[in-house]
């Protein structure tokens, strides 16, 4: 499964825990293509909606990607505000009362998450909100690690010239600092792995907590205490503390020391 698909499920898990729809599912839009496929399910009982590709601007869902908006039906099989070309498998899962809402990152729709009901019955503002919080969560996964990916790229090799280094060094002074906005543990940990690949692969590292350790990365790339603490969401005083504390663990009496020894730790790049 891919990262992006997982996000999927998961989202489908949540959007089920959280509106107490029995049926919950979902897919990506297939790059270069303009039709999504259904690979996640959720409380299914049947496989007929596995793998369906459901075209833009056919069905609920292909309503919501052509739209890209949240699209609702209180009776699916008879609807006259969608078309048809997907009855037949909606009916053998026997789903009636239908949402779809769309992923949308950067303008453009990556996914559709669907939550049903196998009885007739208006799905009110509720359940909707909740939809559209579940895609939001996927949006926000999604974002983040297209923007760490990017900022790896942008990077380039290290050690090849002195602006490709300080290139390096922001983009890990940047992630640091995006880490702990992310509240998913298993996408912050993808990020901070992600930062990892800019920094020297060394058997021997100094331990710095993590805080310790974005603050000088803010300050190798040439952040000042007050730049550092509104890139990290602290208060300069408490950018000193973390500032200091560094120090003291790696021996060094200066902000340049510290940096030094953070790089020949492998801590830094």
């Known amino acids: 499964m891919s990262t992006d698909a997982a996000e999927i499920r998961n989202a489908l898990v949540r959007l089920r825990r959280t509106t107490g729809l029995p049926v919950a599912f979902g897919g990506l839009v297939e790059a270069g293509r303009p039709q999504m496929r259904i690979s996640e399910l959720s409380g299914t009982s049947t496989v007929a909606l596995r793998a369906l590709a459901v075209v833009s601007g ?62 007739v019955q208006p799905l009110g503002d509720r359940v909707l909100s909740a939809a559209m919080e579940a895609a939001r969560d996927v949006e926000q996964a999604l974002v983040v690690r297209e923007e760490a990916q990017e900022l790896v790229a942008a990077a380039g090799p290290a050690g090849v010239d ?26 912050r940990a993808e990020l901070l792995d992600a930062c990892g690949l800019l920094t020297p692969r060394q ?19 040439g952040a000042t205490n007050a730049a550092a603490a509104e890139r990290l969401g602290l208060r300069p005083e408490t950018v000193k503390g973390y500032l200091r504390s560094a120090m003291r663990r790696l021996g060094a009496h200066t902000r340049g020391e510290a940096v030094a020894a953070a790089r020949r730790a492998g801590l830094l790049p």
């Open 162 to 187: 002195p602006v490709s280094r300080e290139q390096v060094r922001e983009a890990h002074a940047a992630l640091r600092a995006l880490a702990p906005r992310i509240t998913d543990p298993e996408l």
């Open 203 to 221: 058997a021997e590292r100094a331990a710095l907590a993590p805080r310790e350790l974005d603050v000088l990365a803010c300050v190798a790339a």
């Open 58 to 119: 056919s069905g609920l869902g292909g309503k919501a990607v052509a739209l890209a908006r949240p699209c609702a039906v209180t009776d699916y099989s008879s609807s006259r505000q969608i078309s048809h070309e997907y009855d037949a498998p909606v009916a053998t899962e026997g789903l009636r009362s239908i949402v779809a809402v769309p992923v949308v990152v950067r303008r453009r729709v990556r996914g559709v998450l669907y939550g049903a009901l196998r009885t």
